[in-house]
């Protein structure tokens, strides 16, 4: 069995993520798992999305790709700002298909892992979650409701699994290590890293105290955005 690599909010950054997969010796029995947010935002969608087909990747559905979604079905609904645009403009009749068939969430039973892009409201069953937190969610407010923005309580934080959760959309500058959560977002577009976490065949997420190890990153070549 080959390994899993698990990678960060890439926006767009195809030569970064170009550089992650060599830094990593993604090969031939390996599989790529991102976290959603593939595009807006960074130089080159369409490289990106093409660089994902040709090595067979899968993702779930981000915020960024819900917003274009919803823009190309219904775009006087569903006004969108510039870089949304530009996006849309740029992309092709096939990467609209990729973007369409992209989950909420995938299972990876074999590393005990859920993949979802931004996060959760602890004690809920998945299937019960409501899609929007699934893409949006930071943080919970003191009654344990999921609020967009940042806040004083990360949901991680509050998350007791099994499974763990591998998660994006909150980009900080460092990984999230939570008991039962991984958040891979560390900015790559804003001029941070790009994450990945990297698991043998059958393996399982680290505790915390040992998790870095299992995390590789690439420099992002410079600040894409400020936004």
């Known amino acids: 069995m080959g390994r899993t690599i698990l990678v960060g909010d890439v926006h767009g950054c195809r030569d970064e993520l170009d550089a992650l997969l060599t ?10 798992v991102m976290v ?13 999305l093409d660089l994902l087909r040709e090595v067979g990747a899968r993702s779930v559905r981000g915020n960024h790709e819900d917003r274009l979604l919803r823009y190309h079905a219904s775009p006087k609904e569903n006004p969108a700002g ?12 096939r990467d609209w298909a990729m973007l369409e068939g992209l989950p909420l969430w995938i299972d990876l039973p074999e590393h005990g892992v859920r993949v979802i892009h931004a996060g959760l409201v602890p004690g809920v069953a998945i299937a019960d979650q409501d899609p929007h937190t699934l893409m949006y969610v930071r943080s ?10 940042r806040g004083r309580v990360l949901w991680g934080e509050r998350y007791v699994g099994p499974p763990h959760v591998v ?18 977002d ?42």
């Open 82 to 93: 510039e870089q949304t645009l530009a996006t849309a403009r740029a992309l092709r009749k």
């Open 140 to 149: 919970l407010d003191s009654d344990g409701a999921p609020v967009e923005k």
């Open 186 to 227: 560390t900015g790559c577009v804003y001029g941070g890293h790009l994450t990945a976490m990297v698991l043998e065949g059958g393996e399982q997420p680290l505790p915390p105290r040992d998790r870095a190890s299992a995390l590789v990153s690439v420099k992002a070549r410079r600040r894409y955005t400020d936004k």
């Open 23 to 32: 830094r990593v010796a993604f090969s031939e029995g390996d599989r790529l």
């Open 167 to 184: 998660f994006g959309h909150n980009a900080r500058p460092y990984p999230q290590i939570h008991a039962f959560a991984t958040g891979l």
């Open 36 to 48: 959603g947010d593939l595009v807006v935002r960074g130089p080159d969608p369409r490289g990106t």
